[in-house]
């Protein structure tokens, strides 16, 4: 977990970007836990974003029963 205080920065952003970011927060969410919740969504979508581009060339598949 991260309780160390020495372990925070600070990150210099307008007041709009701020409230901005707080509009994606929960009641007494961190702006560290918005961040890190955002971060995962946009891995999690980049993610399947690049499986729904395989399977789209799914017709240069080969069963496997034709691979031995």
Same mark, same amino acid.
């Given at each position: 977990? !991260? $309780?160390?205080?020495? #372990?925070?920065?600070?990150?210099? /952003?307008?007041? #709009?970007? !701020? $409230?901005?970011?707080?509009?994606?927060?929960?009641?007494?969410?961190?702006?560290?836990?918005?961040?890190? !919740?955002?971060? $995962?969504? /946009?891995?999690?979508?980049? *993610?399947?974003? !690049?499986?729904?581009?395989?399977?789209?060339?799914? #017709?240069? *598949?080969?069963?496997? #029963?034709?691979?031995?």
């Amino acid at each position: 977990m !991260r $309780e160390h205080m020495g #372990d925070l920065t600070t990150i210099p /952003v307008y007041k #709009d970007t !701020r $409230e901005k970011l707080k509009a994606y927060g929960f009641k007494g969410e961190t702006y560290d836990k918005i961040l890190q !919740r955002l971060m $995962e969504k /946009v891995e999690y979508t980049s *993610f399947m974003e !690049r499986q729904y581009e395989i399977l789209s060339h799914k #017709d240069k *598949f080969k069963p496997l #029963d034709e691979i031995a």
